[in-house]
């Protein structure tokens, strides 16, 4: 069983860029997923969230109608779209699997599976 973060990489401010979260050894159709960011020498926190059949969505307030979390589960993936990125979105991102979505949502210890993370750089 195994996430598996991908897409990040070094962008201007104001750019635009796309991760991804694929699964192996299990499908991600009966999980909701959560993104989850920590940038050097800080907690990891909360990013967003979609619940396992996608209708339902939740984001921090610092990225909120810039980010969007989505998921196609015949492709087994979910997606965080990330436009007009800022200097304090740099970080590595984690995906993050867990059975259903409840109010704990925005706690990392919530999750049961996590990806090794991706690294988005934003320059100025």
């Known amino acids: 069983v195994q996430l598996q973060a991908s897409g990040g990489g070094l962008v201007q401010s104001g750019g635009s860029l796309r991760l991804s979260c694929t699964a192996s050894g299990f499908s991600l159709e009966s999980y909701a997923i959560g993104w989850f960011r920590q940038a050097p020498g800080r907690e990891r926190e909360f990013v967003a969230v979609?619940?396992?059949?996608?209708?339902?969505?939740y984001y921090t307030d610092s990225v909120k109608g810039r980010f969007t979390i989505s998921r196609d589960n015949a492709k087994n993936t979910v997606y965080l779209q990330m436009n007009s990125l800022k200097l304090e979105d740099t970080a590595v991102y984690f995906c993050?699997?867990?059975?259903?979505?409840?109010?704990?949502?925005?706690?990392?210890?919530?999750?049961?599976?996590w990806g090794q993370g991706t690294l988005v750089t934003v320059s100025s």
């Open positions: 979609i619940n396992e059949s996608g209708d339902l969505t």
């Open positions: 993050a699997a867990r059975p259903t979505l409840n109010n704990y949502y925005r706690d990392h210890a919530a999750y049961v599976y």
